[in-house]
């Protein structure tokens, strides 16, 4: 528990200038915190929004000021003191300092780590360090992708979930030639049924992307330094002109770990947000939290924002647990998907059909509704996700039912 009230003195450091190290701050200045607060950020942007980073902003059809959470004057006027290109290298949770990458200590009072997560990496033997393999996480990356993506360009995308078809749909869009290759036995298998692999498979390749499943890539070759092609485990192998590889996050915990807080599977932290040091909480990407007697970790925007929030009203006395409202969305094409609730350990998947091609599905365990994946319908989206936060359930064989207008689900 923290203490409600917060003097003038008191010192608050957030590490990470992401969408939960700002969607904190921010709130805590909302609910009146009246402490120093100082958000350290390693990259040299004021926090910004990353998932147009594979979406508008690859595309070349958003600026960096719209990335941009906040303009900088936000930060000046609500005296949160942003550092940006400062890196954390230790948490000393026993001084309560931290140690800035430039040898300097600072000390805090409570400490909040927000600091997300990293694309994991192609193992060193596959790639031997050629040039024109890309990651995406930041900026940094979006820009140095950006250039790659150009007519005729041959793309090979390594990995079949969100970030890989996302990067895949924009480079097919620019009329880059893309090879999609997904080790698993389909796209999209950790996060979604089988019936949405099927539909976001028919799209790519209906705007000519080569998508290859339960492939998997045996090394890349160079010439001059640059990556030339690629050999596959299928035995084939491909003339390609850079690679993207969307193969997964690793949780930024190393800080953490290196303090000796608890980790697993990230950052772990109690219903308070706060670690195994009370002094310390951590949100967002990074954070593991216990949710229906297990531990999760979400990987999106609706979590950073959510947990953001819950741990300031926490700072200011509030005893309500985080409780996750998983949402998500993706971008391909002139598809928008999104999706509400948690589909893992569904049973049963029910299909319903919209307006003009768009459609959903309804995962259920048992009788009961887990979650919705909803392709260019937002009416069917918005109903599931208060269905699901209300913990209301229509039967499973009505869902279909076109002849029931959705609204109708709410009352059944
Ligand atoms: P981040 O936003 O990653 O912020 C963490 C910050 O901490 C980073 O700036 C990092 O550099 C910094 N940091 C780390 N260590 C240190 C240190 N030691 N010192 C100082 N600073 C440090 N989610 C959705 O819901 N929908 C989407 O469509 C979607 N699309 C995405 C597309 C892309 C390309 C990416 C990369 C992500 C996408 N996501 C999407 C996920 C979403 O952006 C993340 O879940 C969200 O940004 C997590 O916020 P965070 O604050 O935990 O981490």
């Known amino acids: ?87 954390v290298s230790a948490i000393n949770p026993d001084s309560k300092t931290i140690t800035l990458k430039n040898g300097a200590g600072v000390s805090y009072d409570r400490l909040v780590l927000a600091t997300g997560s990293t694309p994991r990496k192609l193992p060193a033997s596959l790639c031997d360090n050629l040039a024109g393999i890309y990651y995406m996480r930041s900026m940094a990356d979006a820009d140095g992708i950006a250039p790659e993506i150009a007519q005729g360009r041959r793309a090979l995308v390594i990995g079949g979930g969100y970030i890989g078809l996302e990067a895949a749909a924009v480079a097919a869009k620019r009329g880059v030639n893309v090879t999609m290759i997904e080790a698993g036995e389909r796209i999209l298998q950790r996060v979604a049924c089988s019936q949405t692999s099927d539909y976001f498979r028919d799209l790519h390749r209906s705007h000519g992307v080569d998508i290859r499943e339960g492939v998997g890539l045996q090394g890349l070759q160079g010439s001059n330094g640059r990556v030339s092609s690629a050999t596959l485990s299928d035995g084939t192998s491909l003339d390609i ?27 772990k932290v109690d219903a308070q947000c706060t670690t195994s040091d009370p002094a310390i909480m951590a949100i967002g990407d990074c954070a593991c939290f216990p949710c229906n007697g297990a531990l999760l970790r979400l990987e999106s925007v609706g979590n950073a924002i959510d947990q953001g929030q819950a741990a300031a009203a926490i700072v200011m006395g509030s005893d309500q647990p985080y409780l996750a409202k998983p949402w998500f969305w993706s971008d391909q094409y002139d598809i928008k998907l999104q999706i509400a609730g948690l589909s893992s350990g569904f049973d049963t998947i029910r299909q319903r059909l919209g ?58």
């Open 241 to 267: 002109d850079f690679v993207i590889a969307g193969i997964g996050i690793v949780p930024n915990a190393e800080l953490a770990r290196d303090a000796g807080l608890d980790c697993e599977n990230g950052i």
């Open 355 to 412: 307006d003009a091609g768009s459609r959903s599905h309804w995962y259920f365990r048992g009788d009961r509704l887990l979650a919705v994946d909803a392709m260019n319908d937002p009416r069917a989206y918005m109903v599931a996700k208060r269905l699901i936060e209300a913990g209301k359930s229509p039967p499973v064989d009505v869902v279909s039912d076109i002849s029931l207008d959705l609204k109708d689900l709410l009352k059944v």
């Open 1 to 87: 528990m923290h203490e409600a009230a917060s003097t003038s003195r008191e010192k608050t450091i957030v590490i990470g200038a992401g969408q939960a190290g700002f969607s904190f701050c921010a709130r805590l200045r909302e609910l009146g915190y009246r402490g120093d607060i100082t958000l350290f950020g390693d990259e040299p942007h004021a926090p910004y929004q990353r998932p147009p980073l594979s979406k508008a902003y690859l595309l070349g059809d958003m600026s960096v000021d719209r990335l941009l959470l906040r303009p900088t004057e936000f930060y000046h006027d609500q005296h949160i003191d942003l550092k940006t290109g400062i890196a």
